[in-house]
């Protein structure tokens, strides 16, 4: 599994990407809002987040018809040879999809929640397909079940190019857990969720363990 950073914060991705462990990074417009982001700043701050991430940067487009989300998404794409145009899934949304998959434009089709969705997504030349757990939780259903049924019915077939699965909306590192044993490509994490992977309870006590031991062999 390949960890994607789900956040508009820069600090965020450096750090990240200082770990080693950044293949990626998912932005969409809550997030970028929640940093204070202005319209006019956009496509320098997706440049900037391209130039820290190597890997796929996901930048969303908010047009509502096929051919305003054409335009925004070669206009996105235009802003550094790594970046992603994330769609949401809707009639319009697959339309555009297609249409920039034949330009050579990857698409992350987001706001993906069912079988169906994620089948028609990818038909539609999607290269990465993000079905959302965290948000089944929200409403009492079960997250980690609906992606397993999104991996396990996307496996079933071939398709012309390669699709990934990205399993988005995560809260936890259960998820992250499930996400990986089921085989999603990719967990896109916010920067909360990434700290809380490296941590366990027992690394912190065996750890102080270490060092309370590594005193006494200085002081003897
Ligand atoms: O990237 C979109 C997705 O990960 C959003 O997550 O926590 O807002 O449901 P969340």
């Given at each position: 599994m390949k960890f994607f950073l789900d956040t508009a914060d820069i600090a965020e991705i450096e750090e990240?990407?200082?770990?080693?462990?950044l293949?990626?990074?998912t932005t969409n417009p809550t997030l970028y809002s929640r940093i204070g982001g202005r319209l006019a700043d956009f496509p320098e701050h997706i440049r900037r987040i391209a130039e820290v991430c190597s890997g796929p940067v996901s930048a969303e487009a908010v047009g509502l018809d096929r051919e305003s989300i054409v335009n925004e998404g070669l206009a996105l794409a235009g802003i550094a040879e790594n970046v992603v145009v994330k769609i949401p899934t809707m009639p319009e949304g697959l339309a555009a999809t297609r249409a920039l998959a034949l330009r050579g434009v990857k698409v992350n089709m987001t706001l993906c929640f069912t079988v169906p969705q994620a089948l028609l997504a990818a038909r539609s030349g999607a290269a990465?397909?993000?079905p959302f757990v965290g948000r089944f939780d929200d409403i009492s259903?079960?997250?980690v079940a609906h992606l397993a049924d999104i991996v396990e019915a996307l496996s079933n077939y071939d398709f012309e190019h390669q699709v990934e699965v990205i399993a988005a909306s995560i809260r936890s590192a259960n998820h992250v857990t499930q996400a990986a044993l089921m085989g999603a490509d990719i967990a896109t994490v916010p920067f909360s969720v990434l700290k809380n992977l490296v941590r366990h309870p027992l690394t912190d006590r065996g750890l102080d363990a270490f060092l309370a031991d590594w005193e006494k062999v200085k002081g003897a």
């Open positions: 990240a990407a200082s770990w080693g462990v293949a990626g990074v990465y397909v993000s259903e079960d997250g």
